[in-house]
């Protein structure tokens, strides 16, 4: 299997960022790495703030999930946001991880 594929689907099913990583891009690949965990961190956070919300206010009895659903959207609409850096920054490291020029294939082109 040729490298930029396995960096790819490295990128694309483990972790974005991986994948320039094996091809030797590492300021790329750390960049990408954290950028994944800060947004889906982030987001996480945003959704337990807004359950604990909802869970603070209290229910007494059966628990309406179609209404808690709707209040957690409301409360946590920056989690979209959130969801949407960390799809273009997967999307990003895939195709890089398939086509990009990274340092280990710059140095054998020189030569």
């Known amino acids: 299997m040729k490298k930029n594929i396995k960096a790819a ?47 603070a206010t209290g229910t007494t009895g059966k628990l309406d999930i179609a209404r ?8 946590t609409p920056e989690v979209r946001w959130l969801l949407a850096a960390f799809f273009i920054v997967w999307a990003y490291g895939t195709v890089d991880a398939l086509i990009g020029n990274h340092a280990s294939t710059g140095a054998k082109q020189k030569e």
């Open 9 to 55: 689907l490295l990128s694309a099913l483990v972790l974005p960022g991986l994948g320039q990583l094996y091809k030797g891009c590492k300021l790329k690949g750390v960049i990408l790495i954290t950028l994944v965990n800060v947004f889906l961190l982030t987001a996480l956070a945003y959704v337990m703030k807004g359950v604990g919300r909802i869970v």
């Open 68 to 75: 808690a659903l709707t209040d957690l959207q409301q409360e």
